[in-house]
């Protein structure tokens, strides 16, 4: 395969490439460099990276324990708080949570290196194979969570360590959820979901049924009627349609699908990639797809987005790796038609946008991008079935404080709900929150509508 | 242009920096590269009696503590005295004190407390063209065990005896130097002058254990499993060393005697509080073991600067001037009112003064202000200790402001006073003197 062969292609590049390419996008700390960014920390009083984090770990306290030859203590302070601590390591927004509240950016604009600290503790735990719960007495309780996705994965862990049975049914043939399909796959190499998974459920006291999809194979009630409590943490199946002329032509893909794929794939030679690419969105998953185009070795990528840069999802950081590796951030374009030509993409019309009195219109001016292959990743949406009358919410389930939903018994958390903000480590809080709640009615003997008398 | 010339009883250097006794004044070849790099003068490592000379171990010599990135905080050191023969290193003395007639040199002096072994090394010493003596009374381990090094300097009168017998035995200059592995350093220092000499140097190394190993439960450095005390040195000791330079610049029995300062001497800064807590010049070693001959460079530069600055010409100018205003605890003024003062435009809002006044000092730092994160001092319950100033990672940021005369002191609810008053005549103090009426 010639690199700059026009259509949609696989090996465009060789084994070695693909290789780099590939590989961690921010390889481990060593211990020499983890105890230089450890010294950084200044082990604030009530620190504010502590409370940006969704699942407030005690981030000064596991530094500290970092900088004292204590990485296992520290990987403890971690998973206290957040059992995927080591794939929130590697995929938080770090730049827009713990590390944009650090003290160090005031004093000379330059965090401490927080995420990459706490991938080198719980690197270490995990690679030691130290583990740091065990369950509680038996309850003799069941749950089912239907999800094994990161707000699943954290709700069943932490049901397991009070002693409960729990019972994870999940869609795929895999578990992990976003972290084993929906993460680009430089993020988390060397499988890392699935070793997580596994160090999740060596608990023990969990079982995971995989390929079980809600609404097909089984119903919440049916869950309802076999188990103490059932929670929910199943994600958005649905995708945002284009809705313009050309959308089922072939080579127009829906980027959760390809960065999927590309995951699931091997030997990244063998998956197929334009020559020209066009990604439609501003957020995460628009960069993940571009990002990785380019890295499967397609000559030209062009990010559209219809708003500037300012509305993008996508972080700076997000945004200035997208610029780093080639790919072209172009703003306030939206989508007219897709271009076919001998039945394929060909390239795409876009209309410019401009916002006025606060609504998004289309200015009438129009161009054309040559691509020929398209992603759409313009959102992700709530779609079920099977969950008889339970309330949803500006299109996602509705839950109190607690994630409790408005069905007695059934709980909620992760992308799921209304209210997130889409990111695995507020799933994740959400999930050990929700296990909390359900773990304190059982606890009572009381369903919470009984115990308001 | 400051002048940074040194004449240390009678013994001339282009500059007070000199490399004390240590490794780093072991033999010829280092003493050539410090001459070269700039250093003002060197003590020679202590020379033994002539003979088969002492050995050292052949495991690691050092051990040290770091602080934040590693940085050498302090050292620990088992090193004897020279372990090679006494002619070689006359012979490389007077060579070298040949090549470098500007420079200062010093023999470090270590033999037996019997009047013979110092009768019979002096003349030898004395005809290298050595500028000058330096008798080691501090040295704490090993040597110590054999009666000798920090044996002779924790017992004044053996100093007294031996500083007399040099005296006695060498027209050239004698600096006794002094270990600080003793109750009162004035004691010492006093027998040292009375048995005559013409200056001292301290101090010495410290006793210390650096560390343990936790997997072998040996102390650090560790020789086969086992460890022994060593010689403590580095940044870590300079607040020791200052303390006892001071005390000697201030005894009256010992006020005048030259003092060559030596204890964690690392940047021109600690040099030049040196000097102004009373000593002629200052004697280096472990920052040039940490960084290498090169950081005297820097030390000139950063000295001569600050004399330029604030208008010393010589060193005559600065040394000594601090020393008036080292005190006892009893005189210090008690009307003296001071209160932290947070800049709240450099503040970083890493809440460490709070905590550190809410936890363990006087309760005097908000953390929230109208539900915002926020530090402020408050200033009807500061004591004015310091301790935020100290904790605080910005520096300047955190200043002690005194209140002026006629200002009300909201933690007492007093009127500060214009007058001085001290301990010594406050109503709580039953010794208190009477006022004169």
């Given at each position: 395969m010639e690199r700059l062969e026009t259509g949609i292609h696989a090996g465009r590049l060789s084994p070695a490439e693909y290789d780099d390419n590939f590989s961690d996008l921010h390889p481990r700390l060593d211990k020499h460099e983890a105890l230089v960014a450890s010294?950084?920390?200044?082990?604030?009083?009530?620190a504010p990276c502590m409370t940006a984090c969704p699942t407030s770990i005690d981030i000064p306290l596991f530094i500290r324990q970092i900088s004292t030859g204590n990485p296992i203590g520290s990987a403890k302070t971690i998973f206290d708080q957040n059992i995927l601590g080591g794939m929130c390591a590697r995929v938080c927004p770090t730049e827009e949570l713990c590390e944009q509240a650090c003290v160090r950016n005031t004093a000379e604009e330059k965090p401490v290196e927080i995420g990459r600290l706490q991938r080198y503790a719980t690197d270490t735990a995990m690679n030691a194979g130290k583990q740091f719960y065990s369950r509680a007495a038996s309850s003799g309780r069941k749950i089912a969570v239907i999800g094994a996705g990161p707000a699943g994965l954290a709700a069943a862990h932490r049901l397991a360590v009070k002693g409960h049975d729990v019972v994870i049914y999940d869609a795929?043939?895999?578990?992990?959820?976003l972290n084993e399909y929906g993460i680009a796959t430089y993020k988390s190499v060397d499988d890392f979901a699935q070793k997580e998974v596994d160090y999740v459920l060596s608990i023990g006291g969990i079982e995971v049924k995989n390929g079980q999809l809600l609404g097909r194979d089984f119903s919440l009630s049916d869950l309802q009627a076999q188990y103490d409590a059932v929670f929910l943490g199943?994600?958005?199946?649905g995708v945002n349609a284009l809705?313009?002329?050309?959308?089922?032509?072939?080579?127009?893909?829906?980027a959760v699908d390809f960065i999927a794929k590309l995951r699931q794939?091997?030997?990244?030679?063998?998956v197929a990639i334009g020559r020209r690419v066009v990604v439609l969105g501003g957020g995460m998953t628009a960069i993940d797809a571009a990002v990785q185009a380019k890295l499967l070795g397609a000559e030209e990528v062009t990010i559209c987005y219809r708003r500037g840069k300012e509305h993008m999802n996508a972080s700076e950081f997000e945004q200035d790796l997208a610029a780093s590796k080639g790919v072209i951030i172009r703003h306030w374009l939206a989508p007219k038609s897709i271009v076919a030509k001998n039945g394929a993409v060909a390239g795409i019309e876009v209309e410019y946008t401009a916002l006025a009195e606060g609504r998004l219109v289309t200015t009438g001016e129009t161009g054309v991008i040559a691509a020929d292959q398209i992603f759409k990743a313009i959102g992700q949406t709530f779609e079920a079935s099977g969950l008889g009358a339970l309330r949803t919410e500006a299109g996602r389930i509705a839950i109190d404080?607690?994630?409790?939903?408005?069905?007695?018994g059934v709980w909620a958390g992760g992308d799921?709900?209304?209210?997130?903000?889409?990111?695995t480590v507020s799933a994740v809080a959400q999930g050990r929150d929700a296990a909390e709640s359900i773990n304190r009615v059982l606890a009572a003997g009381l369903q919470p509508a009984v115990a308001v008398a | 242009m400051a002048d940074l010339r040194n004449n240390f009883v009678g013994i001339k250097s282009p500059n007070p920096f000199w490399l004390a006794s240590a490794p780093p004044t072991d033999k010829a070849y280092n003493v050539e590269r410090a001459f070269k790099a700039g250093w003002g003068g060197v003590v020679w490592k202590t020379l033994g009696e002539e003979g088969p000379p002492v050995v050292n171990v052949n495991g690691p010599r050092y051990g040290a503590i770091w602080g934040a990135?590693?940085?050498?905080l302090g050292l620990n050191n088992i090193e004897l005295i020279t372990d090679r023969d006494l002619q070689t290193n006359l012979r490389e003395m007077k060579q070298v004190k040949m090549n470098w007639p500007d420079r200062a040199l010093i023999a470090s002096i270590m033999v037996p407390c019997e009047e013979e072994s110092w009768k019979a090394i002096l003349p030898l010493v004395e005809e290298t063209g050595a500028d000058g003596i330096e008798l080691n009374?501090?040295?704490?381990?090993?040597?110590s065990e054999r009666g000798m090094g920090a044996a002779v300097g924790q017992v004044p009168e053996y100093i007294e005896m031996v500083v007399r017998w040099c005296k006695q035995y060498t027209r050239m200059p004698v600096i006794t130097k002094l270990t600080p592995?003793?109750?009162?350093?004035?004691r010492p220092a006093r027998a040292a002058k009375q048995g005559g000499t013409d200056a001292v140097s301290l101090i010495n190394t410290i006793n210390s254990?650096?560390?343990?190993?936790?997997?072998?439960?040996?102390?650090?450095?560790?020789?086969d499993g086992r460890g022994s005390h060593g010689g403590y040195c580095g940044p870590a000791v300079k607040p020791i060393a200052l303390n006892m330079v001071a005390e000697i610049a201030r005894d009256p029995e010992t006020s005048g005697l030259p003092i060559s300062g030596i204890g964690g001497v690392t940047t021109w800064r600690d040099a030049a509080e040196f000097l102004v807590l009373g000593a002629g010049n200052v004697q280096v070693c472990t920052a040039a073991m940490t960084?290498?001959?090169?950081i005297v460079d820097e030390m000139i530069s950063g000295l001569a600067a600050w004399m330029d600055e604030k208008g010393h010409r010589t060193l005559d100018d600065i040394t000594g001037r601090a020393v008036p205003n080292?005190?006892?605890?009893?005189?210090?003024?008690?009307n003296y009112i001071a209160k932290a003062k947070i800049d709240q435009d450099a503040?970083?809002?890493?809440?460490r003064c709070h905590i550190a006044c809410e936890d363990t000092?006087?309760?005097?730092?908000?953390?929230?202000?109208d539900g915002v994160r926020h530090f402020e001092v408050m200033e009807d319950e500061c004591?004015?200790?310091?301790l935020c100033v100290n904790v605080?990672?910005?520096?300047?940021c955190i200043t002690m402001e005194g209140l002026p005369a006629?200002?009300?002191?909201e933690r007492t609810g007093k009127v500060v006073e214009s007058t001085y008053a001290n301990?010594?005549?406050?109503?709580?103090?039953?010794m208190a003197r009477q006022a004169a009426e």
């Open positions: 010294d950084r920390c200044y082990f604030c009083y009530d795929k043939p895999k578990s992990g959820g199943i994600g958005l199946a809705k313009v002329d050309g959308e089922s032509l072939p080579g127009v893909e829906d794939s091997g030997d990244k030679g063998t404080g607690e994630g409790r939903t408005s069905i007695e799921c709900v209304l209210g997130g903000d889409d990111l | 990135d590693r940085r050498l009374f501090g040295c704490p381990h090993g040597m592995n003793i109750t009162d350093i004035r254990i650096t560390s343990v190993n936790l997997d072998t439960f040996s102390p650090e450095p560790s020789i960084y290498g001959f090169k080292v005190s006892d605890w009893q005189y210090l003024n008690l503040c970083i809002k890493c809440g000092s006087h309760q005097a730092i908000t953390n929230f202000v004591v004015g200790c310091n605080c990672p910005v520096e300047n006629g200002a009300l002191d301990w010594t005549t406050h109503p709580n103090n039953p």
